[in-house]
């Protein structure tokens, strides 16, 4: 799929991410109604501390929540923990979604981030690489028409149906689910990579956004996109009827799949490439330190989820269905996607053009 494939999808997403799966029921996933403000799930009363986290890891938070704590539920399109702690709050800590790499804030007017002399903000404690998930039948088209790199089809093929590249006419138009760019972090990095590609540019002004190929693109995905809550769960669910094609994150795909029976054994997962990952990062503010918060997290998205350590990139289970992806050996320090700056951008653009 050429560049975008690679980074893509890339999510993102991973910026995915994403604790993920049917076990943890719609990681990627945007909330119900608005999200423009946070929600404090409160057990302790106005004194305890507060862990802030990102909309769709709340199970995850409330696994690892210290006794006494309240929990901060913030909408999944806050980047920034300036944003975050609210004056007077008591927030100690806050679990969130990759690609951010700092603290920042995107003026709305011109789209370029300010405060960009701010440090790198979060611990990466978890990542996962970027996939596609397709039913086998597909997986064969899509490897004929367009290679291994699936997502390269989602941008050349886009609102066609199947059988303008091969595919039975019965399965009608290309479904692709990805979650919102509009709500979700995996949606927003997803979308960049989209228009990356789209653009043959890793990263682009917020003026290339007004460009007709740009247009065309959003325009084109708008037809075949379907979000959903929890992509994969219309995925097995329902089946191909619903979704073709599922841009998730390797562990929302083991974690789904793993529970899934046979469903397993009809699908095909492809990395992107080059490697794409979306990460989870645990943000200490106000000098308040991580504790127990940081070990618990690591034993819930590592051993018991289906998340990958940052170091050595091995996950510490093995999924007997639906193997990990094999030769998984290098975490860029940019994750493969675009920068931040160009990420809310183009959310932004997305919002506008076809959100």
């Known amino acids: 799929m050429g560049a975008l494939t690679g980074r893509l999808v890339a999510a993102a997403v991973a910026i995915v991410l994403i604790v993920m799966g049917l076990a943890l029921r719609g990681t990627f996933d945007g909330p119900d109604e608005d999200t423009g403000s946070a929600t404090v799930d409160s057990s302790s009363g106005g004194d305890a501390r507060v862990l802030a986290c990102t909309d769709g890891l709340d199970d995850v938070c409330r696994t690892v929540i210290p006794d006494g704590w309240d929990l901060r539920i913030i909408p999944a399109d806050i980047t920034s923990s300036t944003e975050v702690v609210e004056p007077g709050g008591q927030v100690a800590l806050w679990i969130t979604f990759g690609p951010w790499d700092s603290i920042r804030t995107v003026d709305d007017r011109t789209n370029k981030r ?14 996962s690489p970027v996939v596609t998930v397709a039913w086998n039948d597909r997986a064969e088209v899509l490897t004929s028409a367009c290679g291994t790199e699936f997502w390269t089809c989602v941008r050349d093929h886009a609102g066609e149906r199947w059988s303008s590249f091969g595919g039975d006419s019965r399965w009608g138009q290309l479904k692709v689910g990805l979650a919102s760019p509009t ?8 979308i960049a990579n989209y228009v990356g590609d789209t653009l043959g540019a890793t990263t682009y002004s917020a003026s290339r956004l007004r460009d007709a190929s740009v247009i065309r693109a959003f325009d084109s995905l708008d037809s075949v996109l ?14 191909a009827a619903s979704v073709d094609v599922a841009v998730v994150t390797e562990a929302e795909a083991i974690d789904a799949f793993r529970q899934s029976g046979d469903r397993a054994t009809q699908v095909t997962m492809a990395a992107l490439a080059p490697r794409s990952f979306m990460a ?70 997305w919002v506008t053009t076809a959100g």
């Open 114 to 127: 300010v405060n960009t002399d701010m440090p790198a903000e979060g611990e990466t404690i978890a990542v």
């Open 280 to 349: 989870v990062k645990l943000v200490e503010i106000g000098g308040q330190s991580a504790g127990d918060v940081r070990s618990d997290l690591e034993t819930a998205l590592i051993d018991d989820g289906a998340w990958r350590d940052p170091e050595t990139l091995q996950p510490a289970t093995n999924a007997a269905t639906l193997p990990f992806l094999t030769d998984v050996s290098q975490y860029p320090t940019d994750q493969g996607l675009p920068a931040v700056g160009v990420i809310e951008a183009t959310r932004q653009a």
């Open 226 to 239: 379907r979000v959903e809550r929890s992509v994969l769960s219309a995925m097995i669910t329902r089946g």
């Open 183 to 190: 709500s979700s972090a995996f949606g927003a990095a997803a």
